[in-house]
Structure formats: C-alpha cells, structure tokens
C-alpha cells in the first residue's frame, strides 16, 4: 500500500449544482497556526467568505459543508477515529463545529485527502462516492426518504469505506438535524438540515488507498505508549469504559447538576435508575466504540425485547429521563434509537419536547405533552422528523417556539443551541462556559463542571478564579479538539503526568482555586503536542499549541460577532439567574455577571463582546471588518 508521510494539505472541493469537483492545496502557513480538524475547517470557512459572512444564508446554496480529518485522524494515534464537520448553523445563525468518531474520518484521510469541502445544491437528491482519484455522482432519488440505517445498508459499506448520511430529519429541514457516520453522529446545529438543503442524501469516501505513516515513527511510538499508558492508569478513562457518559449520573444527583422537569428542578433520586452502573446491570453492556480508541466510552446492551441497541449518552438520558419525568430506560432506549434512525439531535428534540411541555402547562401553548406522560413521545419524534402536525413548529426548536409563544426564561437554549445535561446552578464555571460559548449552550467547549464536581479541584459557587479556567479549557479544547483526537483523553493527558499526579488533592485544590497562574505552569500536556509533531515533522510547543487554540477560538467568536453575536446573548436562560430555589439543598442561582465581566477582560472583547482589533493582530488573525461601526 502507497504511504503518506504525515499530511497531504488536499482539499477536495466538490460542487454539488455542477456536479464538479478539484483538488485544492490547504496553505502550508496555516497548518501550525490552525492545527487541521475544527480550527483549520474554520480558517478555510473565513477565507472564503471572510467580506460577508452575515450574507451567507446557511441553507442556501453557497454555505458549504466543510469535513475535515485532524492530523492524529488515521494514523493509530490513541482516541483519534474522529473528524470535524464545520458550517454556518440553520439552528443558531453563527457558524456550528462538531466532531464525530464515525470512520468517515479515517476512510477520507486514507484515500488521500486531509479535508473535503461540499457546496451548491443538487436540482434532486443524491449520493456521492470518493475514491482517491475520482468523484461519482449517482442518483439518490431511491433512496430519499430512508433512515439512515437503511441507507446505510443500501450503501454496500465495506470496512474500507467512510459515510456520512442524513435521515428524513434532515431531508425535511428539521432544524436540528444531524449527520451519521457508522454508529456515531455529527450530532449539533443542524449540519443534516444544511446537508439536505443541498439534496445531497450520503458522501461515501472509499478509503485505504494509503497508509499513513508519521513524519517520526521512533517518537510518534514513544509519545503513543506513553498516552495509552496515561490512560490506562487513569480513575476517569475507567470509570467512562465501564459505565459510558451515564457515569455522570451518579456524581450528577448529589451535586445538583442534572435537568429535571425542564430544569426546574436539579436533583432526583429516582435519576439512580438511569445511572451508567443501573444500565450495566440491567442491559449487560458492551463496547460500541469510535475506532480506534482505549477508552471506550460507547456502549450496546440487550434490552428485554431481546434487540441489542446502543446505550443512551448521558445527555440523552438526562434529557428524555428526568427533564421530562421519565425513569423508564427501555423506552429512552427506545427514543435514542428512533432519533437516530431520523436523523434527530437527541439534546435539541429533548430540549425542544420539554419546553413544550411547560408551556403546555402553563397554558401559553396547546399540546397533549406533558412532564412524566410517555405514550405519546415516539409520535411527536416522528413528527418532527416529518415535520408533521405539532411536529412542524417544534423542529423549528425552543429559541423560535419562545419568541412566538413567550416562556422564553425557560427556553433552555443559548444562542438558539439547546442545553446539554447539566444545570448550571450545580457548577457556576460551567454556567459561565456555557454562557460565552461560540456554538451556543455548548457543555464541551470549556467543560469547567469537571473541576468543578468530577475532580472537586475548584468550589462550584463561588466567581473565583471561574474566568480563568474557563479561558485556559476554551483555548485549550479548542486545540485538543482540532486535532481530533477525542476530548475524554483530557483528563488522563492533565492528570497522570508529572508533576500533577504526585501533588496531594489539598494541595492542587488550593492551587487551582486560589492561585490559577501559577498552577496553569505546572500542566504538562506534552503528549499532545508531541504526537502532533511526530505525525507532521513540525516542531510544536506546548506554548505554541495552545497559542494555536487561542487562535482558533477567537477567530471562531470574531466570525460569530460579524454574523450578529454580541454581549447580550452571552447570558444564560432567566430559571438558571432567577430561580434559585430548587428541590437541591444549596438554594442558589447562578451569580455570572462578575465571572463575565472578568472573561471579557481575560479574552480582550470589548464593551460588546467583540475580540478587539489589537488581541485578534497579536493572534495573527487578519480581519475583514465586514459589517462593524468601531
Ligand atoms: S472515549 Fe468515547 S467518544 Fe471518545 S473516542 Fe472513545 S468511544 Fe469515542
């Protein structure tokens, strides 16, 4: 088999109005300064339309859906199967990354390409095929109107082959559709809805036509080891391999973080039934991973029907658990596997489903939807699919329901992006992450919660020293996951090193509270910049990694700002600032206005929330200043 050293810098850009494709050169200069994955996939966004990003409609023909493979992405790099998908979102109206561990990823990268950009619109629906050489375009007008498992089937996958296909959800428009690639989704801000603008009803990559080989195989071996044996000593990567993300659960009732009823509430016992050990037990569960990765996170189990279905995330279970007063798991299971069979993001529909129960019961809107009533829940999520009946308004999500009905304070959304599973009156930091977050009520995009409750390092209500660490985990994530290497290595890559793992928990406690200056300095995430230089044969630093991170997230907050964001919706839903008495014994609402007024500071905004001419130029980001008034 044919090697590739390292990268390729090959951009396949397809047209799908003209049924034409070319290979372009990504530019050398911005393979250090953006990584490749999500910040690479942001930069080749901004470059194109860099002079009128508020024009691009995103379900018009022009706004492109970008894939792109990070540089660990095929090469056996530990947790690295996975690649991003980068567009402007039909949900939020700001641009939306995501990051899925299907074998698309691997499949693009191993038939020669470190990105793929789709743009146009297909007068009727069909399907692409890649090969290394060659782009086919075949006729999808049988196949329209398929789940995406049956596509999938229909597709004749091989364990060569990568895809990436949508279900009636995004066919139909559905606001919040995702996009699947084998048993792993794109799932965030609509990117199936912007798939199915363009008709296009699956890209299927035939890949293994090269090998790739790293720049260094002597050190991309010697960091490997190292990374595996990081995680194989680490308490979290087990505990996630044993239980999955339902692990959170447990951790989740005594701190006060999970959703129930609409977030009213944010704790409830009954939550134990849903736990990742409750589903263990009751489904004997098993691997059903992204590939390759050590952690495992994934998981199937048998459900009393005798089907083996995948096991819900936590969020999902969260959201169609106690969020609507439901602590059945066979019939979350049985949901998880609807919406994913539609082509449905399980945060967004549950978000959306559990407003409509409050406003339901309010009296501000009519529907049979109500909190801990189950037989109706697999027909409004068909109906959404289709766009059917009630079904039709709610796939338009909460932010669009709330400005039409009112009940916008418990509309929990941000930036029009659904809230994942974790009430922010139960960690502060994360309220302030989610608030500033570029996609919206984003829980990865700092995810402070874990200091904050997992590890314990940081008290969860109080301001202090929140603005850092939420700074720090942005810059930080935001160049973890442009390498697409998978965000759950976080902790066994921060934690197991030395110094970190022989300071006594007291010790990293104060230090990470009290003095986060100068505990950042004793942070050694080596393994990830390492790998990333041995692969490409580029020397990156530590400092030059998160530099790059930095960079990435400011460009992607600037874009944002030019296409209409500003400090007014860097704010959480009024429940989570009003309402501090829930059924938790600290009676506490979340105090974000001085954790903001300090990140701004931290980030170099200005007054309105917008990266200032002189922090972007440091970054080296040079801008367009489309619409701005200074
Ligand atoms: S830890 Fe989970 S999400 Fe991450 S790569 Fe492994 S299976 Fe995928």
Same mark, same amino acid.
């Given at each position: 088999?044919?090697?590739?050293?390292?990268?390729?810098?090959?951009?396949?850009?397809?047209?799908?109005?003209?049924?034409?494709?070319?290979?372009?050169?990504?530019?050398?200069?911005?393979?250090? *300064?953006?990584?490749?994955? %999500?910040? $690479? &996939? =942001?930069?080749?966004?901004?470059?194109?339309?860099?002079?009128?990003? !508020? /024009?691009?409609?995103?379900?018009?023909?022009?706004?492109?859906?970008?894939?792109?493979?990070?540089?660990?992405?095929?090469?056996?790099?530990?947790?690295?199967?996975?690649?991003?998908?980068?567009?402007?979102?039909?949900?939020?109206?700001?641009?939306?990354?995501?990051?899925?561990?299907?074998?698309?990823?691997?499949?693009?990268?191993?038939?020669?390409?470190?990105?793929?950009?789709?743009?146009?619109?297909?007068?009727?629906?069909?399907?692409?095929?890649?090969?290394?050489?060659?782009?086919?375009?075949?006729?999808?007008?049988?196949?329209?109107?398929?789940? *995406?498992?049956?596509?999938? %089937?229909? $597709? &004749? =996958?091989?364990?060569?082959?990568?895809?990436?296909?949508?279900?009636? !959800? /995004?066919?139909?428009?559905?606001?919040?559709?995702?996009?699947?690639?084998?048993?792993?989704?794109?799932?965030?801000?609509?990117?199936?809805?912007?798939?199915?603008?363009?008709?296009?009803?699956?890209?299927?990559?035939?890949?293994?036509?090269?090998?790739?080989?790293?720049?260094?195989?002597?050190?991309?071996?010697?960091?490997?080891?190292?990374?595996?044996?990081?995680?194989?000593?680490?308490?979290?990567?087990?505990?996630?391999?044993?239980?999955?993300?339902?692990?959170?659960?447990?951790?989740?009732?005594?701190?006060?973080?999970?959703?129930?009823?609409?977030?009213?509430?944010?704790?409830?016992?009954?939550?134990?039934?849903?736990?990742?050990?409750?589903?263990?037990?009751?489904?004997?569960?098993?691997?059903?991973?992204?590939?390759?990765?050590?952690?495992?996170?994934?998981?199937?189990?048998?459900?009393?029907?005798?089907?083996?279905?995948?096991?819900?995330?936590?969020?999902?279970?969260?959201?169609?658990?106690?969020?609507?007063?439901?602590?059945?798991?066979?019939?979350?299971?049985?949901?998880?596997?609807?919406?994913?069979?539609?082509?449905?993001?399980?945060?967004?529909?549950?978000?959306?489903?559990?407003?409509?129960?409050?406003?339901?019961?309010?009296?501000?809107?009519?529907?049979?939807?109500?909190?801990?009533?189950?037989?109706?829940?697999?027909?409004?999520?068909?109906?959404?699919?289709?766009?059917?009946?009630?079904?039709?308004?709610?796939?338009?999500?909460?932010?669009?329901?709330?400005?039409?009905?009112?009940?916008?304070?418990?509309?929990?959304?941000?930036?029009?992006?659904?809230?994942?599973?974790?009430?922010?009156?139960?960690?502060?930091?994360?309220?302030?992450?989610?608030?500033?977050?570029?996609?919206?009520?984003?829980?990865?995009?700092?995810?402070?919660?874990?200091?904050?409750?997992?590890?314990?390092?940081?008290?969860?209500?109080?301001?202090?020293?929140?603005?850092?660490?939420?700074?720090?985990?942005?810059?930080?994530?935001?160049?973890?996951?442009?390498?697409?290497?998978?965000?759950?290595?976080?902790?066994?890559?921060?934690?197991?090193?030395?110094?970190?793992?022989?300071?006594?928990?007291?010790?990293?406690?104060?230090?990470?509270?009290?003095?986060?200056?100068?505990?950042?300095?004793?942070?050694?995430?080596?393994?990830?910049?390492?790998?990333?230089?041995?692969?490409?044969?580029?020397?990156?630093?530590?400092?030059?990694?998160?530099?790059?991170?930095?960079?990435?997230?400011?460009?992607?907050?600037?874009?944002?700002?030019?296409?209409?964001?500003?400090?007014?919706?860097?704010?959480?839903?009024?429940?989570?600032?009003?309402?501090?008495?829930?059924?938790?014994?600290?009676?506490?609402?979340?105090?974000?206005?001085?954790?903001?007024?300090?990140?701004?500071?931290?980030?170099?905004?200005?007054?309105?929330?917008?990266?200032?001419?002189?922090?972007?130029?440091?970054?080296?980001?040079?801008?367009?200043?489309?619409?701005?008034?200074?």
């Amino acid at each position: 088999m044919t090697e590739i050293t390292g990268i390729t810098n090959k951009l396949l850009t397809v047209n799908v109005s003209q049924k034409s494709w070319e290979v372009k050169r990504i530019a050398e200069s911005n393979r250090k *300064t953006y990584l490749g994955g %999500k910040g $690479l &996939g =942001l930069k080749i966004y901004y470059d194109t339309f860099r002079d009128r990003l !508020a /024009g691009i409609d995103p379900l018009g023909e022009e706004n492109p859906l970008i894939f792109m493979a990070g540089v660990f992405t095929g090469t056996g790099a530990v947790c690295s199967a996975r690649f991003a998908g980068i567009t402007k979102s039909p949900q939020t109206g700001i641009m939306i990354t995501s990051s899925c561990g299907g074998p698309f990823g691997g499949a693009l990268r191993t038939a020669g390409y470190d990105g793929l950009f789709i743009s146009g619109k297909s007068e009727s629906p069909l399907y692409i095929e890649i090969t290394s050489d060659n782009v086919i375009f075949h006729d999808a007008e049988k196949i329209w109107g398929l789940d *995406t498992e049956e596509t999938q %089937k229909v $597709l &004749g =996958l091989s364990r060569k082959d990568g895809e990436l296909v949508i279900g009636p !959800a /995004g066919e139909n428009g559905v606001l919040y559709a995702n996009i699947k690639s084998g048993h792993r989704f794109l799932g965030r801000g609509g990117m199936g809805a912007v798939m199915g603008s363009k008709n296009l009803k699956a890209v299927v990559v035939r890949g293994r036509t090269y090998k790739v080989r790293p720049a260094n195989k002597k050190l991309f071996n010697k960091v490997r080891n190292r990374a595996s044996r990081f995680i194989a000593k680490n308490e979290f990567s087990d505990k996630y391999r044993s239980f999955g993300t339902a692990f959170n659960v447990l951790p989740g009732i005594k701190a006060g973080y999970v959703p129930v009823t609409n977030f009213k509430y944010r704790t409830d016992d009954r939550f134990k039934l849903l736990s990742g050990e409750a589903m263990a037990e009751k489904y004997g569960t098993t691997s059903s991973s992204c590939i390759p990765c050590s952690i495992q996170c994934g998981h199937k189990g048998t459900f009393p029907d005798g089907t083996v279905k995948q096991i819900p995330e936590y969020e999902t279970t969260g959201l169609w658990g106690p969020n609507i007063d439901n602590y059945d798991p066979d019939k979350i299971g049985e949901w998880n596997l609807l919406m994913n069979r539609f082509g449905l993001d399980t945060i967004s529909t549950g978000g959306t489903v559990s407003w409509a129960m409050e406003a339901g019961e309010q009296g501000i809107r009519k529907t049979e939807l109500r909190f801990g009533k189950t037989d109706n829940i697999s027909k409004i999520i068909e109906d959404i699919a289709y766009r059917r009946g009630e079904g039709a308004e709610l796939a338009l999500g909460s932010r669009n329901l709330s400005s039409r009905y009112g009940g916008k304070d418990f509309a929990i959304q941000i930036k029009g992006l659904e809230m994942a599973a974790y009430d922010p009156r139960g960690a502060w930091g994360q309220g302030l992450s989610y608030a500033v977050a570029n996609r919206g009520a984003c829980h990865l995009s700092a995810f402070p919660l874990a200091m904050e409750v997992l590890f314990g390092f940081l008290n969860p209500y109080t301001t202090k020293a929140k603005a850092f660490w939420v700074d720090f985990f942005e810059n930080f994530y935001a160049a973890l996951n442009s390498l697409q290497t998978c965000q759950f290595t976080s902790f066994a890559y921060l934690l197991e090193p030395f110094p970190v793992h022989i300071f006594p928990d007291f010790l990293l406690k104060l230090a990470m509270q009290y003095f986060p200056a100068i505990a950042v300095r004793f942070l050694n995430f080596g393994v990830l910049n390492q790998t990333w230089e041995s692969i490409t044969g580029i020397k990156l630093s530590q400092k030059d990694f998160l530099r790059a991170g930095r960079r990435i997230h400011l460009l992607e907050r600037y874009m944002n700002t030019e296409m209409g964001i500003s400090r007014k919706d860097d704010t959480l839903p009024g429940r989570f600032l009003t309402e501090a008495d829930t059924n938790h014994p600290v009676k506490k609402a979340v105090n974000l206005k001085p954790m903001l007024k300090t990140y701004y500071k931290r980030k170099g905004y200005d007054e309105h929330g917008r990266p200032g001419k002189k922090e972007l130029a440091s970054q080296g980001i040079d801008v367009a200043y489309c619409d701005r008034k200074e």
